[in-house]
T-cell receptor, first 113, second 112 residues
Framework: DGGITQSPKYLFRKEGQNVTLSCEQN?????MYWYRQDPGQGLRLIYYSQIVNDFQKGDIAEGYSVSREKKESFPLTVTSAQKNPTAFYLC????????????FGSGTRLTVV | SQQGEEDPQALSIQEGENATMNCSYKTSINNLQWYRQNSGRGLVHLIL?????REKHSGRLRVTLDTSKKSSSLLITASRAADTASYFCATDIVGGAQKLVFGQGTRLTINP
């Protein structure tokens, strides 16, 4: 079955640590996205990529980094520069072009301990 | 840049009743989409309505779009307990490079 897999489901980070969230899709989608969701809130865009080896900052990119070395993979690193990283992180993918919806992964819940 | 505002923030109804959620936005769009999120899970795409469409149906879902008022509504008919979830509208803004901008969501509770 095609879909998006995010791992791990839960992640705990100590102060000053970098952590990497995995996102893999087998839908052959060109575009991939990372969103952050805080409790009771909507989604805010962190980074997006519309083609391999290219990515763009979203609205809240500070303290995060990404790579897009393969079409299937779009990992997100939460760096120590992100002062308030505790949140629910969602990865999505879509066909490039107008009028296509997103397919979302099941999310990673990151907690600072 | 949250351009979508949803109303109400929370809605509680009895099973079998209809549920209506509204979404307003600020700038010109290519399309508007509705998603459902069950607690602690990812979002699921429900329906997409293009800027040149006024109404769209999918099963028990009915979506309307009024571009002159920059607003949309999602109607769920004959609600079921399984419809309990948060519902988000998302806009694909003209010139926005296909990045969806999400609203704050409506939390819908269906009481048995």
């Amino acid at each position: 079955d095609g879909g998006i897999t995010q791992s791990p489901k839960y992640l705990f980070r100590k102060e000053g640590q970098n952590v990497t969230l995995s996102c893999e899709q087998n839908l052959n989608h060109d575009a991939m996205y990372w969103y952050r969701q805080d409790p009771g809130q909507g989604l805010r865009l962190i980074y997006y990529s519309q083609i391999v080896n290219d990515f763009q900052k979203g609205d809240i990119a500070e303290g995060y980094s990404v790579s897009r070395e393969k079409k299937e993979s779009f990992p997100l690193t939460v760096t120590s520069a992100q002062k308030n990283p505790t949140a629910f992180y969602l990865c999505a993918s879509s066909i490039t072009g107008v009028n296509y919806g997103y397919t979302f992964g099941s999310g990673t819940r990151l907690t600072v301990v | 840049s949250q351009q979508g505002e949803e109303d109400p923030q929370a809605l509680s109804i009895q099973e079998g009743e209809n549920a209506t959620m509204n979404c307003s936005y600020k700038t010109s769009i290519n399309n508007l989409q509705w998603y459902r999120q069950n607690s602690g899970r990812g979002l699921v795409h429900l329906i997409l309505i293009r800027s040149n469409e006024r109404e769209k149906h999918s099963g028990r879902l009915r979506v309307t779009l009024d571009t002159s008022k920059k607003s949309s509504s999602l109607l769920i008919t004959a609600s079921r307990a399984a419809d309990t979830a948060s519902y988000f509208c998302a806009t694909d803004i003209v010139g926005g490079a296909q990045k969806l901008v999400f609203g704050q969501g409506t939390r819908l509770t269906i009481n048995p």
